[in-house]
């Protein structure tokens, strides 16, 4: 009994001091800095302890933003996950400090010596934060949502994602246009979409003086009322918008419910127009400028001399 006793003890001893002394050195091994007059120690537990709590942080964030997703419209989805991103990166700082806090170390020794730093890099990452102070109030207010058409810089386009930092659309030629988020909140941005889906257009056409107005009009409406992409309600008008120079100037105004592709129904509309005018003996006139020449008196006696003298 007195063996076996011993025997434990001795066991004991040995995960006491050698493996459990061997854990505890390479937990505590590293090394440490000054600060201030502070000494700050970075060791392997420290260094351990962070890495577990970014793993159980990153497993709590993604089982809430599942969850929260899975009750959202797939258009709210989209704005959620770009305001979660910001919100991810603030909960994995606060993390970072309340860990290195509970580890004995002095947060506010390492955030006074940033203080530099961080005065530097707001600088020079200004826009950047900028353009993510700009998508945050994109999503919150909802001024652009993803499917909405947008005019800037003389581009039409269409958003199909909004991210913290930029917002991405599709111009009608089928290329991807970056937008930095600040554009939105400085610039004056054209949202054909933000209202409803349905847009006024127009296409305009001179006709000959001279023309008949009234078959101006009807044949002009005949057009809208065939063209595939024209709403029939609220329905196509017509204004006589003006009398020009050389023609007799008309607008057909129509509604779209789909002005991204607008271009292509205005295409179609004017191959109609034409046609149609040709049938009708509609003209379209070519832009007319009428010359006068005079010759003042002097000048007309001096070549009526010269002819007698000639003669």
């Known amino acids: 009994m007195q063996e076996e006793q011993s025997a434990k ?8 001091q050698d493996i459990w002394g061997l ?5 505590n091994a590293g090394f440490s800095y000054s600060i201030g007059g502070e000494e700050i120690k ?5 260094i351990v302890i962070i890495i ?60 006074t010596a ?31 949502l993803v499917g909405d058409v947008i005019e ?7 958003v199909f994602e909004i991210k913290l930092r930029t917002t991405r659309a599709l111009t009608r030629d089928d290329k991807v246009m970056i937008i930095p988020n600040h554009k939105f909140i400085s610039d004056t941005v054209f949202n054909y979409t933000q209202n409803h889906k349905t847009t006024r257009e127009v296409v305009k056409v001179g006709v000959s003086y ?25 329905e196509p008008f017509i204004l006589f918008e003006d009398f020009g120079d050389s023609a007799l100037l008309f607008g057909l105004h ?9 271009p292509k129904v205005k295409s179609e509309l004017r191959f109609k127009i034409n046609n149609k005018f040709r049938l009708n003996s509609i003209t379209i006139p070519f832009p007319q400028r009428d010359v006068h020449m005079f010759y003042p008196n002097n000048i007309q006696k001096q070549e009526e001399f010269e002819d007698n003298d000639d003669a």
């Open 9 to 16: 003890e001795k066991v004991t001893e040995v995960i006491e």
């Open 23 to 27: 854990i505890k050195e390479i937990w």
């Open 42 to 46: 970075i060791t392997v537990g420290l």
């Open 52 to 111: 577990l709590a970014f793993l159980i942080t990153s497993v709590v964030l993604r089982i809430t933003r599942s969850f929260i997703t899975s009750k959202l419209m797939d258009e709210d989805k989209m704005k959620f996950i770009s305001v979660f991103k910001f919100i991810k990166y603030f909960v994995y700082l606060t993390v970072i400090l309340i860990t290195l806090s509970s580890t004995g170390v002095d947060v506010t020794i390492l955030l």
């Open 114 to 144: 940033s203080a530099a730093l961080f005065v530097g890099l707001g600088l020079a990452l200004q826009e950047l934060f900028q353009d993510v102070i700009g998508g945050i109030f994109i999503i919150l207010d909802k001024s652009l």
């Open 152 to 158: 800037m810089d003389g581009r039409v386009a269409r």
């Open 210 to 234: 001279g023309s008949d107005v009234e078959k101006v009009r009807e044949v002009l409406l005949e057009c809208a009322r065939e063209q595939k992409g024209i709403l029939k309600k609220p």
């Open 254 to 262: 129509f509604y779209v419910s789909d002005s991204f592709v607008d």
